[in-house]
């Protein structure tokens, strides 16, 4: 008899952002060590977790949204429905009594321990369970998600928490403080994910710089991943705009393998705006950082992230914002309408705009990174740019990602190609482009 037959299979469905896939990733090995394998779809499984987001009311809405259809397969199949993260570190008095189809919760902070937490609340479902078997732990554990299996990227997250207390967000209340990840807890994650094929490890935390308080900490973690065996990207997230990452530029070009990008959201660059955000940074500085970056690493491409609407922002505030797009240019910006968080300083401020005002100043600030979107682009056409095969989009039609972009949430370029493979690091060129992604050729030398 297969003796996996009577093992029990568990599911995660992932929502939110990256830092929740890493953190997925620890609660699928936690399972796995538990003697649980991966199932590949929802509907086949006995366990079916949603690692859940509340960032903003669009991620409580949307993980309402995947709880209740959740709720309908768990109709259709008999499993149970766990629900973790921080949805339900935020609100388990709620969902307890409101969500009737979920079997069990936990919040954030426990996910290497969830296949305990499963063997205690469910004992009857582990009764006789067969023996830790370590060739199936060995099997299953190289695959890190099984909604990510098959890309060649992943996530390895260096610590959890955040002590900033930015006043429009909730993550210090539902993740706590900062604590920084044991270094064989980081360099064990990092071998799963090369072992299961990844060729790019994304750090990825709450507060990436803040590890170990101290840049230098951090240039040392980043160069002792770059010589780990099968590793060819490495690309540091989230790393906040201030004097720490200032100077961990200095370090960019002694990291090897460290892809040419910046990832700094700034959120606002009118200074008083940002001291009621209770963040630091100003236009100069910011300017100086970006400007530094690009010096340092000659094609590095910025990613960053605005906030509109704050209360008490005025119209010369958003005006800074579009001042800013227009003399620095970063290459990728993401804009969020700002939406009030219980539990949060800005919450109580005064000076609240409609949100009908917010979403003009979205618009009048999209427009602006658009139009330089078009100037990008157009430099990029005809170059040749270092780049790995994510995916096959289609028959013959794969998705390449240049190094200057961060999968899933920048740029792509589609390749028509029936040579490539995923994973592939080569030269791509690009050659047309539509609004936000390009087309191009492999050139194969
Ligand atoms: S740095 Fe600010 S925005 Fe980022 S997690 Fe911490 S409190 Fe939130």
Same mark, same amino acid.
């Given at each position: 008899?297969?003796?996996?037959?009577?093992?029990?299979?568990?599911?995660?469905?992932?929502?939110?952002?990256?830092?929740?896939?890493?953190?997925?990733?620890?609660?699928?090995?936690?399972?796995?060590?538990?003697?649980?394998?991966?199932?590949?779809?929802?509907?086949?499984?006995?366990?079916?977790?949603?690692?859940?987001?509340?960032?903003?009311?669009?991620?409580?809405?949307?993980?309402?949204?995947?709880?209740?259809?959740?709720?309908?397969?768990?109709?259709?199949?008999?499993?149970?429905?766990?629900?973790?993260?921080?949805?339900?570190?935020?609100?388990?008095?709620?969902?307890?009594?409101?969500?009737?189809?979920?079997?069990?919760?936990?919040?954030?902070?426990?996910?290497?321990?969830?296949?305990?937490?499963?063997?205690?609340?469910?004992?009857?479902?582990?009764?006789?369970?067969?023996?830790?078997?370590?060739?199936?732990?060995?099997?299953?554990?190289?695959?890190?998600?099984?909604?990510?299996?098959?890309?060649?990227?992943?996530?390895?997250?260096?610590?959890?928490?955040?002590?900033?207390?930015?006043?429009?967000?909730?993550?210090?209340?539902?993740?706590?403080?900062?604590?920084?990840?044991?270094?064989?807890?980081?360099?064990?994650?990092?071998?799963?994910?090369?072992?299961?094929?990844?060729?790019?490890?994304?750090?990825?935390?709450?507060?990436?710089?803040?590890?170990?308080?101290?840049?230098? @900490?951090?240039?040392?973690?980043?160069?002792?991943?770059?010589?780990?065996?099968?590793?060819?990207?490495?690309?540091?997230?989230?790393?906040?705009?201030?004097?720490?990452?200032?100077?961990?530029?200095?370090?960019?070009?002694?990291?090897?393998?460290?892809?040419?990008?910046?990832?700094?959201?700034?959120?606002?660059?009118?200074?008083?705006?940002?001291?009621?955000?209770?963040?630091?940074?100003?236009?100069?500085?910011?300017?100086?950082?970006?400007?530094?970056?690009?010096?340092?690493?000659?094609?590095?491409?910025?990613?960053?992230?605005?906030?509109?609407?704050?209360?008490?922002?005025?119209?010369?505030?958003?005006?800074?914002?579009?001042?800013?797009?227009?003399?620095?240019?970063?290459?990728?910006?993401?804009?969020?309408?700002?939406?009030?968080?219980?539990?949060?300083?800005?919450?109580?401020? @005064?000076?609240?705009?409609?949100?009908?005002?917010?979403?003009?100043?979205?618009?009048?600030?999209?427009?602006?990174?658009?139009?330089?979107?078009?100037?990008?682009?157009?430099?990029?056409?005809?170059?040749?740019?270092?780049?790995?095969?994510?995916?096959?989009?289609?028959?013959?039609?794969?998705?390449?990602?240049?190094?200057?972009?961060?999968?899933?949430?920048?740029?792509?370029?589609?390749?028509?190609?029936?040579?490539?493979?995923?994973?592939?690091?080569?030269?791509?060129?690009?050659?047309?482009?539509?609004?936000?992604?390009?087309?191009?050729?492999?050139?194969?030398?």
């Amino acid at each position: 008899m297969d003796k996996t037959a009577s093992r029990k299979s568990f599911y995660i469905t992932t929502l939110g952002c990256p830092k929740n896939t890493a953190d997925s990733s620890v609660i699928h090995s936690s399972l796995l060590n538990e003697g649980m394998i991966p199932a590949e779809t929802p509907e086949d499984s006995d366990f079916h977790l949603i690692n859940t987001c509340t960032f903003i009311q669009s991620a409580t809405e949307e993980t309402i949204q995947t709880i209740l259809s959740a709720g309908e397969i768990k109709r259709e199949v008999d499993q149970k429905l766990v629900i973790v993260g921080c949805f339900s570190q935020r609100y388990p008095e709620a969902i307890k009594e409101d969500m009737p189809e979920v079997d069990f919760l936990f919040g954030t902070g426990k996910y290497d321990q969830a296949g305990k937490l499963l063997k205690e609340a469910f004992p009857l479902d582990f009764q006789d369970y067969p023996e830790f078997n370590q060739d199936l732990l060995d099997r299953f554990q190289t695959i890190p998600l099984v909604e990510n299996y098959s890309k060649p990227y992943s996530y390895v997250k260096i610590s959890d928490g955040c002590n900033r207390g930015c006043a429009f967000c909730i993550i210090p209340n539902l993740r706590g403080k900062f604590k920084d990840s044991s270094d064989s807890d980081i360099i064990s994650q990092t071998q799963r994910a090369l072992l299961a094929g990844a060729k790019e490890i994304l750090i990825v935390s709450q507060d990436t710089i803040y590890y170990k308080k101290n840049e230098i @900490e951090l240039a040392d973690l980043l160069k002792r991943l770059a010589d780990m065996e099968g590793l060819e990207i490495l690309r540091p997230m989230y790393l906040y705009p201030d004097k720490k990452t200032f100077r961990l530029l200095d370090y960019f070009p002694t990291i090897p393998k460290l892809a040419p990008y910046l990832e700094s959201p700034l959120q606002h660059v009118s200074e008083r705006v940002l001291k009621s955000m209770n963040r630091s940074g100003n236009y100069e500085f910011f300017k100086e950082l970006y400007t530094k970056a690009r010096d340092v690493m000659p094609g590095l491409e910025i990613r960053t992230s605005f906030i509109l609407g704050f209360p008490g922002e005025t119209a010369e505030d958003v005006d800074s914002i579009i001042q800013f797009l227009e003399e620095v240019k970063p290459e990728k910006v993401n804009l969020f309408p700002y939406s009030p968080q219980e539990g949060t300083k800005g919450f109580h401020l @005064e000076g609240k705009l409609s949100d009908r005002e917010i979403a003009k100043r979205v618009n009048l600030v999209r427009d602006v990174h658009l139009k330089n979107l078009e100037t990008i682009h157009a430099e990029r056409l005809g170059k040749t740019y270092k780049a790995i095969v994510d995916e096959k989009a289609e028959d013959g039609i794969w998705v390449v990602r240049r190094l200057q972009d961060a999968p899933e949430i920048d740029e792509i370029v589609f390749v028509e190609d029936d040579n490539l493979k995923v994973g592939m690091i080569g030269d791509v060129k690009v050659e047309s482009f539509a609004e936000y992604d390009m087309s191009g050729s492999w050139v194969w030398s």
